[in-house]
């Protein structure tokens, strides 16, 4: 089953601070830029680091390791752009952060 979830309220985001939450066993990295929020996954490809501790340039991360850099929109590695990481929907209800992530479905 997936549906939103709340992450915070918007008061609890920084501008420009991404944060990391785990949701529907996945984590997930919620950035603030003005009234707009975007969750992309947490989880780097390259070798593991929260996207979350990045540091936000625009719409774009840059991996706090090794600075491969990700759309915080639609999750394109923009040193790659074939490749893309999961984004998520993010939606404000009243002052509710909620994202919707969909479990990993399990190899068969
Ligand atoms: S762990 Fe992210 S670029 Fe290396």
Redesign the pocket.
């Known amino acids: 089953m997936s549906d939103y979830q709340t992450v915070g309220k918007v008061d609890d985001f920084d501008e420009g601070v991404g944060r990391a939450f785990a949701v529907n066993e996945r984590m997930v990295a919620v950035f603030r830029r003005g009234d707009r929020f975007y969750a992309i996954d947490d989880i780097?490809p390259?070798?593991?680091?929260s996207?979350a501790a990045g540091c936000l340039e625009g719409n774009s991360v840059s991996?706090?390791?090794?600075?491969?850099r990700f759309s915080i929109v639609d999750g394109t590695w923009e040193d790659n752009p074939r490749v893309k990481i999961d984004a998520f929907a993010v939606r404000v209800v009243e002052d509710e952060v909620q994202v919707l992530v969909e479990p990993r479905r399990a190899a068969n």
Do not use: D, E, N, S
Request: hydrophobic share 50%; net charge neutral; aromatic share 16%.
């Open positions: 780097c390259h070798m593991g680091a996207l991996c706090p390791w090794h600075a491969w």
